[in-house]
């Protein structure tokens, strides 16, 4: 028995050390191993099934849309990246450049894409000639390289995956319905597949992405009050294309700037879901995300017809990503496993309960044990599956909403940042000065100016002079 409490063990409490409990967990529930090169993961099968399946279910969600999947090289020249001047600035501190190869120095030196901007409009300047040719729906998954002076598996390494979409359109209104439509299919994404509600908004002037006219942002609350940005949207403008000669003839034979958008979440969104659903036994996946939804463990599987009956269980569920643990480990180390890896449910089954005819669902974010008799398991288990991905939504609703507070001068700021982490809703002028003093004062950031506009006061948080909108503010991953 002290073997199958061993795995438990080996985790730090969240109450204890948050940041320790999130690298125990990515670690003994193999999500990841670190890699011999600084900064880089390697994502082991369970990490990189998660990804497969947000990978499937969002590329679904973008082609519902229109987009087309495409992909663009690894490298840029360094001339392509200086086309932008915003642009090659934000990123200059992030890129990593090649500057040989085959042992001879390149005549000009290429960065590895740290994101993807100036390929597309360098591709876009040649494939596009007329306003028949818009609107442009493109997209890419790929790995990007940044960097990174610090780094945390999935939440910051020097190489992640992701997708990069970039679009093409004849007119200004075009680009920011789109910019917000994605903006939209990330949000309704989170909350109906990973069980994560989101607020969404616009990003203030000094967090907006290099080089964009407008920036927005879906903003999580994780379990330790901290926010972090799980996907972003990009309104361009003409920008770029005023750079790069993205020009089209509109249907009065006029030249004209293309607007563009740029869109993309990452494997960031891991971290996300480790830190949302998480607990002191390990991971909680969502069902809707779980790589296996239904973990069967038989129960003194040597005795005849156990095995059988937990196999013949394992095809009547069938419509279910269902596995059997028919390893000869114990019991209570099987549990202590599925729970580490966050399977939604298990099934456990012995010999009285064949006897009985019947088997025992367990939850994995309450542990609720259920009896069900065989005749009635699937529609059972697929109910409980639902049951437990619409409670997991609520609980992180619950929690971000409890866990949001109010304020309207700076010693009522400084006061719930010191004792209450979380998100504060707080008025403000957007004068640039004050977003510095507040993260000088506090350590937290501008999140977002949500779309969903609340007036808490006439005055800025900060300065006291007149306020412009309501922001949420709070300390970041």
Sequence with gaps: MAQDKKLVEAITSMEEDFAQWYTDVVKKA???????????????????????????????????????NVYMPMFIPESLLQ?????????????????????????????????????????????IQSHRDLPK???????????????????????????????????????????????????????????????????????????????????????????????????????????????????????????????????????????????DSGLVLPPRIAPTQIMIIPINQNKEGVLDKAFELRDKLSAFKVKVDASEKSPGWKFSEQEMRGIPIRIEIGPKDIEANQAVIVRRDTREKIVVSLDQIVEKAGEVLETMQQDMLNRARAHRDSHTYSATNMDEFTK????????????????????????????????????????????CVCCGKPA????????AY
């Design 30 to 68: 193999e999500l990841i191993e670190y890699s011999s090169i600084r900064g880089c993961m390697i994502l082991r099968p369970l990490g990189y099934a998660i990804w497969e399946n947000i990978q499937k279910q969002l590329d679904a969600d973008f082609k519902a849309t229109g987009v087309e």
């Design 468 to 475: 412009t909108t309501m922001a949420y503010w709070g300390k």
């Design 416 to 459: 719930i940042i010191e004792e209450k982490p979380g998100f504060i809703k707080a008025m403000w002028c957007q004068d640039e000065a004050c977003e510095k003093e507040i993260k000088d004062r506090t350590g937290a950031t501008s999140r977002c100016m949500p779309f969903e506009q609340e007036h808490i006061a006439d005055t």
């Design 83 to 127: 086309k932008e001047k915003d642009h090659v600035e934000g990123f200059a501190p992030e890129v990593a450049w090649v500057t040989h190869g085959g042992g001879e120095a390149l005549q000009e030196r290429m960065c590895v894409r740290p994101t993807s901007e100036t390929l597309f409009c360098d591709f876009y300047s040649k494939i």
């Design 137 to 279: 729906l493109y997209n890419q998954w790929c790995s990007v390289v940044r960097w990174e002076k610090t780094t945390r598996p999935f939440l910051r390494s020097m190489e992640f995956l992701w997708q990069e979409g970039h679009t093409a359109h004849a007119t200004a209104e075009e680009a920011e319905e789109r910019t917000i439509q994605m903006l939209n299919v990330y949000a309704d994404f989170c909350e109906r597949v990973l069980a994560i509600p989101m607020i969404k908004g616009r990003k203030s002037e000094k967090e907006k992405f290099a080089g964009a006219h407008a920036t927005y942002t879906i903003e999580a609350l994780m379990h330790d009050g901290k926010a972090l940005q799980s996907g972003t949207s990009h309104n361009f403008g003409d920008g770029f294309a005023r750079a790069f000669g993205i020009q089209y003839t509109d249907k009065n034979n006029t030249l004209q700037y293309v607007h563009q958008t740029s869109w993309g979440m990452s494997t960031r969104i891991i971290g996300a879901i480790i830190m949302v659903h998480g607990d």
